[in-house]
């Protein structure tokens, strides 16, 4: 069901839903209509809008964010499986947030858990009708044994009765659809040695099959029923950073979509400072109670200043991992890259090489080099023949100006453009 990784987990459909519908489908399909359980009609009926369901919740759900739990459950998903239950199958916005405030308690419900708890809702509600799913086969499978088993019993081939009693049922309305009153009279008189009627042994299953299928129905009902669910109002009631900004004037008169933006920002605020949702929502709040103007609404705190909030909490922000070493990581890549570069001109023997060599006999030095490059890029003839005079003497200004120009000549052309030859 779930995906567990350290104190944090995941949402997960049961497993293997979608197979469990197919083979339900598959099954349901087998038998006569008039044959089927309460059960099997409802899941005859809606069996594509379940794989339907249960493909589109697998989606929505496949990137979901990690959400706190115990023993590798969410804890909404305990939640979830507290409402199916209350509820019996049947799911209504008012007991939502009643089961859920009795079973959080003193837990605080974050934005995260509130925003996935239709999904939760929806696996609860496939977990509980994997029951109904697997009774379906069973019930195929129940029905050709009991029909072979009858048969058997009319010729006489068999003188004894099943002890099971969903399968003894299905052989008493196996042998009341053949309309053989010797077989019936039989069963009776076997039943009778055992103290029982086949028509009470028929009314027993009759009972169980058909609260079977009244609980399918109200889980196939409260499906369909999720999409049309009002989980706004539900999560107004429940969000502790809705109530929390309620205190602030301005709040109250917004939008649902300004609303949503305020509550986004003092998670985001939380996520960074390390405090509970509700903790940043009440210290933006009361950072701006008596004040005027935009300081005097929290969306200020929230939006545009949430560093005061860390001020107001005494609390601040851990420099990333960037920001402590970013010496280093500025550094490397050129170290990396100057190393790579030699390296790869000295196996391919390309030009820079011989440009090393001629810098090495000449002692010209690395800096310098960049420098006079900088300068005569931008510089007329005059100037670069004044800078390559600074680097080599008057003297060596011709004969280092060809050497150079003929052992470097891509880097250093602009350098040695309009030099005396």
């Not at 949702?277 to 004040?291: E, H, I």
């Not at 050129?334 to 023997?349: M, N, Q, R």
Request: proline content about 5%.
């Amino acid at each position: 069901m779930v995906n567990s990784i350290s104190h944090k987990t995941r949402l997960r459909c049961p497993k293997g839903l979608t197979e469990h519908i197919r083979k339900a489908r598959e099954a349901v399909c087998g038998i006569p209509r008039e044959a089927l359980s309460p059960a099997g009609a409802w899941l005859e009926d809606h069996a594509l809008f379940l794989l339907e369901e249960a493909d589109a919740l697998k989606r929505e759900i496949k990137r979901s964010p990690r959400l706190s739990g115990e023993n590798g459950v969410p804890r909404l998903l305990r939640w979830a499986r507290a409402v199916c239950e209350a509820g019996q199958g049947e799911i209504t916005a008012p007991l939502i947030v009643r089961v859920i405030q009795r079973e959080a308690g003193e837990e605080e419900i974050t934005e995260e858990e509130l925003s996935l708890l239709p999904n939760a809702l929806a696996c609860a509600l496939f977990e509980c009708l994997l029951e109904p799913l697997e009774a379906c086969p069973c019930e195929k499978e129940r029905r050709d044994r009991a029909l072979a088993w009858a048969k058997r019993f009319s010729a006489g081939d068999r003188d004894s009765l099943p002890k099971d009693g969903a399968l003894l049922a299905a052989v008493l309305r196996a042998l009341n659809a053949e309309e053989n009153p010797s077989g019936l009279r039989r069963a009776d008189e076997t039943l009778r040695r055992l103290g029982l009627r086949w028509e009470e042994a028929v009314r027993r299953d009759q009972e169980n099959q058909t609260a079977l299928g009244l609980y399918a129905g109200r889980l196939i009902a409260s499906l369909r029923m999720l999409s049309r669910l009002r989980f706004d109002a539900v999560r107004e009631r429940l969000s502790p950073v809705i109530r929390a900004l309620r205190a602030d004037p301005t709040f109250g008169r917004m939008d649902q979509e300004s609303r949503d933006l305020y509550v986004c920002h003092a998670c985001r605020a939380a996520r960074r400072l390390h405090i509970s949702q509700s903790a940043a929502a009440r210290a933006a709040v009361l950072m701006a109670a008596g004040k005027e103007g935009p300081e005097g609404e929290a969306g200020y705190y929230l939006l545009e200043r949430p560093d005061l909030i860390a001020v107001h909490l005494g609390k601040r922000k851990k420099p990333s991992f960037a920001l402590r070493h970013r010496t280093a990581l500025f550094l490397a890549p050129l170290y990396g890259g100057a190393a790579a570069a030699l390296a790869a001109s000295i196996v391919l023997g390309a030009p820079i090489c011989q440009a090393l060599f001629v810098t090495l006999r000449y002692k010209i030095f690395g800096a310098k080099i960049l420098k006079a490059y900088h300068i005569a890029s931008h510089a007329g003839s005059s100037r670069r023949k004044a800078i390559h005079t600074s680097l080599h003497g008057q003297n060596s200004c011709r004969n280092g100006t060809r050497l150079c120009k003929a052992s470097y000549p891509g880097t250093l052309r602009t350098f040695h453009a309009g030099l005396p030859m």
